[in-house]
């Protein structure tokens, strides 16, 4: 007889509403530098997408503005990884694992 198997899903997107209760709390807004283009929402999808794929952060598929230019740099996001990294966000939830 076989066994029906179960997948478990990876999320490469969350909800705002599960980004606000789940990340949020976890996050700290950057101090320094002009404002940030995106919200922290889109830029965490942004994460969670490179981190499904697998692919360097220049092959990030980023969406367009109207104009045709990319709506962030993928340097911009990586930063962002990088920071959120290095102030522990992952560790507890398991997104980043400490070097």
């Known amino acids: 007889m076989a066994q029906s198997k179960h997948w478990q899903w990876i999320p490469t997107s969350l909800s705002v509403q599960q980004f606000e209760v789940f990340v949020l709390p976890h996050l700290k807004?950057?101090?320094?530098?002009?404002?940030?283009k995106l919200t922290m929402h889109?830029?965490?999808n942004y994460i969670l997408l490179q981190l499904y794929m697998g692919c360097q952060w220049k092959s990030l598929p980023i969406t367009n503005r109207c104009d045709g230019q990319p709506e962030i740099h993928y340097t911009s996001i990586y930063r962002t990884f990088r920071r959120w990294a290095s102030e522990g966000l992952g560790r507890d939830n398991h997104l980043v694992r400490p070097r």
């Open 42 to 44: 889109k830029i965490f």
């Open 29 to 36: 807004p950057g101090r320094r530098g002009p404002p940030v």
